[in-house]
């Protein structure tokens, strides 16, 4: 079984600001990773993701994150926000073998502050 | 379709009434999961397809929650005798299956309130 943590439910930031949102996970077996994010009154949708390789992953829209093994984390970073940014974000993982079901945290609202 | 399609988006019911949500996931995606979306409690996990079967139904909340999907594409959420706690954004997903690290795409829920 895995479990997700996101320990910041919201996160306000001042504009042009960096930021990170937190996430740790849990698991007996190796995990893909995931962040999805949900812009106010749409559906979810992909933000970037790890499968192997590289630890650093990124987004066209300049967030990244890091695969830290060690530590079981995925935090997500961005160094300067935007207005558009606002929206609520999910981390997520989904096993490699066997159960294929799709963990998610319980998100980070982010506010980005003029 | 394009992506993943749910109707409908809002749906009020009263209270004891039997709802139906269906999903019609990306055309070739094998496997089909439903979602569901409450005020500050994130995403929960409710049943998961592969094909037309369900080898993961661990977050049906109760026996009051049914879910079928039948030609490998469109799948129906059935929730009978609603109670005020059910409502809630009913998300679906689906994914290509195939490989292990494809993404799943999400649809745009349906709201159900139930009065």
């Known amino acids: 079984a895995q479990s997700v943590t996101q320990l910041d439910s919201q996160v306000p930031v001042f504009e042009e600001a960096p930021v990170e949102l937190r996430c740790n996970y849990s698991s007996s077996v190796s995990v893909y990773l995931f962040w999805y994010v949900q812009y106010p009154n749409q559906g979810l949708q992909l933000l970037l993701k790890?499968?192997?390789?590289?630890?650093l992953v990124e987004s066209i829209n300049g967030f990244e994150a890091e695969f830290n093994k060690s530590q079981t984390s995925f935090h997500l970073r961005k160094p300067s926000v935007h207005i558009s940014d606002t929206a609520e974000y999910f981390c997520?993982?989904?096993?490699?073998?066997?159960?294929?079901?799709?963990?998610f945290g319980t998100g980070t609202r982010l506010t980005i502050i003029p | 379709g394009a992506g993943v399609s749910q109707s409908p988006s809002n749906k009020v019911t009263e209270k004891g009434k039997d709802v139906e949500l269906r999903c019609d996931p990306i055309?070739?995606?094998?496997?089909l999961y439903w979602y569901r979306q409450s005020l500050g409690q994130g995403l929960e996990f409710l049943i998961y397809?592969?094909?037309?079967?369900?080898?993961?139904k661990s977050g049906l909340p109760s026996d009051r929650f049914s879910a079928e999907r039948t030609g490998g594409s469109v799948s129906t959420l059935t929730i009978q005798r609603t109670q005020q706690e059910d409502s809630a954004v009913y998300l679906c997903?689906?994914?290509?299956?195939?490989?292990?690290?494809?993404?799943?795409?999400f649809g745009q829920g349906t709201r159900l309130t139930v009065v």
């Open positions: 055309s070739g995606h094998t496997a």
């Open positions: 790890y499968l192997s390789g590289s630890t």
């Open positions: 997903a689906s994914r290509q299956g195939a490989a292990r690290g494809t993404e799943a795409f």
């Open positions: 397809f592969q094909g037309n079967s369900a080898p993961d």
């Open positions: 997520a993982v989904r096993s490699q073998f066997g159960n294929e079901k799709l963990t």
